[in-house]
């Protein structure tokens, strides 16, 4: 890497090199090397206040809440969320950048909480993955939408809210089968029975009124997961069906977020369940989401002509 650097130094490919400090910044950081790190830093500010370019200034400010985050001064870990919450709102920035700031976010914003019961602080989480859930939805990532269900269970189980967290969970699972993402439907299964397993251990930590330490702790909202999130990028996952269908009006799953292709249960109050997610519900609750009344599953809706006519038109062709 240092030679790499030197060399884009000597050429002058100066937007070059602050990617180079970019990435070094980011390794010494893992490493734990932080007074490197922060020397990097400060030759990576030097170029920025050179290059005079937007893209490169939001990597600095990222950089520099990198390095902010590991210090264990209050003020400090206060200017990195300064930072943090400045590049959600510039308009410069990507939906990485903001999905990378807001993960940072919820990290510093999670210790707060652990450390100071603050209820404000759990409003605060609640209303970043809110935005974690509209980029999800804005770049059709469902590995992300799957993880930020995920943490809304868990943070629903901070409050007692057993209900909502057995709802997120459902929800995250189903549209893991819906879309099928492997490598998160059996983690979210075992959070699944992992909570009923513990729901006497919920029961009792309410009527303790248990500090957030503890809660957490059972809820095992850690820093594993948040490593864990870091690791995903946005994808967005390709589902050939979803291409195929023509139709005059689409209806979505309120449940697993996909087009309901088959035979469906719609609410009177406007909610449709695809088959698979109405049967997921049945074993929960069996009621709709959204009004809370009891869904008559006696009554499936059948399946848009146009639909009909596509498998038709495919089993012809499979014919020929």
């Known amino acids: 890497m240092n030679l790499k650097i030197a060399l884009h130094r000597d050429v002058g490919r100066l937007r070059a090199l602050a990617n180079d400090y970019d990435f070094l910044i980011q390794i010494l950081i893992d490493k734990g090397d932080l007074k490197?790190?922060?020397?990097?830093?400060?030759?990576?500010?030097?170029?920025?206040?050179?290059?005079?370019?937007?893209?490169?200034?939001?990597?600095?400010?990222?950089?520099?809440t990198l390095v902010l985050k590991t210090s264990l001064r209050a003020r400090d870990r206060g200017e990195a969320e300064e930072?943090?919450?400045?590049?959600?709102?510039?308009?410069n920035s990507i939906y990485e950048t903001r999905y990378i700031a807001l993960i940072n976010l919820y990290e510093l914003l999670l210790t707060e909480l652990r450390m100071t019961n603050d209820l404000e602080v759990l409003a605060e989480l609640n209303q970043f993955i809110g935005q974690l859930l509209e980029i999800a939805e804005k770049s059709h990532s469902y590995l992300i939408l799957?993880?930020?269900?995920?943490?809304?269970?868990?943070?629903?189980?901070?409050?007692?809210?057993?209900?909502?967290?057995?709802?997120f969970l459902t929800q995250a699972h189903q549209i893991t089968e819906r879309f099928v993402i492997l490598q998160l439907t059996a983690k979210i299964?075992?959070?699944?029975?992992?909570?009923?397993?513990?729901?006497?251990?919920?029961?009792?930590?309410?009527?303790d009124n248990a500090p957030m330490s503890d809660r957490m702790e059972?809820?095992?909202?850690?820093?594993?997961?948040?490593?864990?999130i870091q690791k995903l990028t946005i994808v967005s996952v390709q589902v050939s069906e979803e291409k195929v269908v023509i139709s005059k009006e689409k209806k979505i799953c309120l449940v697993c977020r996909g087009e309901v292709l088959?035979?469906?249960?719609?609410?009177?109050?406007?909610?449709?369940?695809?088959?698979?997610?109405a049967r997921a519900l049945?074993?929960?609750?069996?009621?709709?989401?959204?009004?809370?009344?009891?869904?008559?599953?006696?009554?499936?809706?059948?399946?848009?002509?146009?639909?009909?006519?596509?498998?038709e038109i495919q089993e012809e062709t499979k014919k020929k």
């Open 146 to 167: 799957c993880e930020s269900y995920l943490l809304q269970a868990k943070l629903s189980l901070l409050t007692f809210n057993i209900k909502k967290a057995q709802r």
């Open 83 to 91: 930072i943090l919450t400045l590049l959600l709102e510039n308009e």
């Open 218 to 228: 059972l809820a095992r909202l850690d820093e594993k997961i948040l490593r864990m």
């Open 282 to 311: 049945t074993n929960l609750e069996n009621v709709c989401w959204a009004c809370e009344t009891p869904i008559d599953y006696s009554k499936p809706v059948k399946p848009f002509k146009e639909e009909a006519e596509r498998i």
């Open 262 to 277: 088959g035979f469906s249960y719609a609410c009177k109050c406007g909610a449709n369940y695809c088959e698979n997610c």
């Open 189 to 207: 299964s075992n959070e699944k029975e992992d909570l009923d397993k513990k729901l006497d251990l919920w029961e009792k930590l309410k009527e």
């Open 36 to 64: 490197r790190a922060q020397a990097s830093l400060h030759d990576l500010e030097q170029l920025n206040s050179q290059l005079k370019d937007k893209q490169i200034n939001l990597t600095y400010l990222f950089d520099k």
